[in-house]
T-cell receptor, first 108, second 113 residues
Framework: GIQVEQSPPDLILQEGANSTLRCNFS?????LQWFHQNPWGQLINLFY?????KQNGRLSATTVATERYSLLYISSSQTTDSGVYFC??????????WGAGTKLIIKP | GAGVSQSPRYKVAKRGQDVALRCDPI?????LFWYQQALGQGPEFLTY????????KSGLPSDRFFAERPEGSVSTLKIQRTQQEDSAVYLC???????????FGSGTRLTVV
């Protein structure tokens, strides 16, 4: 099955900093989603991005499917960005394969 | 509704007790998923419904776990004779067609004592 590796595992930044989170996957995928899980446990879908680049406010994501990786960029970090960011690709079926996540802490 | 609703938000069960967790997906969403998330880990797939049909239950950890979605909308995850290792957050997600963006509920935190 698809293996997912996310890096870094932990990231501590000062408010206002920029960051790049990486997701490597071991096989071709039909679908890839990025999620943010806030400190209260709520999972929010950030991007559906099997390929290409998308932007939503201070967040953007790029997936290079041929090279089997995806990047999530967070600019001008705010304390509300804290939480765990998960990359979740899926192959030919609907099942999401979850990485271990990147735990992000933004300090005021 | 506007989002995926799960109830109860928290459940404490004595070991051996049966529990039922409810998920009310977004209206019109065909696909419904149940996930189990242990502390500090990513969600683990449990089961998948397309309308009322349970197409995949390969992630259910034992025959004590049972899920249903009889009318293709609300789903219930039932755990019989709960054990301590069942303690986790149970997440429900729905999707318009299973391919695009998923919307997750807030989860039910189950603690078995």
């Amino acid at each position: 099955g698809i293996q997912v590796e996310q890096s870094p595992p932990d990231l501590i930044l000062q408010e206002g900093a920029n960051s790049t989170l990486r997701c490597n996957f071991s096989d071709s995928v039909n679908n890839l989603q990025w999620f943010h899980q806030n400190p209260w446990g709520q999972l929010i879908n950030l991007f559906y991005i099997p390929s290409g680049t998308k932007q939503n406010g201070r967040l953007s994501a790029t997936t290079v499917a041929t090279e089997r990786y995806s990047l999530l960029y967070i600019s001008s970090s705010q304390t509300t960005d804290s939480g765990v960011y998960f990359c979740a690709p899926s192959g030919s079926n609907y099942q999401l394969i979850w990485g271990a996540g990147t735990k992000l802490i933004i300090k005021p | 509704g506007a989002g995926v609703s799960q109830s109860p938000r928290y459940k404490v069960a004595k070991r051996g007790q049966d529990v039922a967790l409810r998920c009310d997906p977004i209206s019109g969403h065909v696909s419904l998923f149940w996930y189990q998330q242990a502390l500090g880990q990513g969600p683990e797939f449990l089961t998948y419904f397309q309308n009322e049909a349970q197409l995949d239950k390969s992630g259910l950890p034992s025959d004590r776990f049972f899920a249903e979605r009889p009318e293709g909308s609300v789903s219930t995850l039932k755990i019989q004779r709960t054990q301590q290792e069942d303690s986790a957050v149970y997440l429900c997600a729905s999707s318009l067609d299973g391919k695009y963006g998923y919307t997750f509920g807030s989860g039910t935190r189950l603690t078995v004592v």
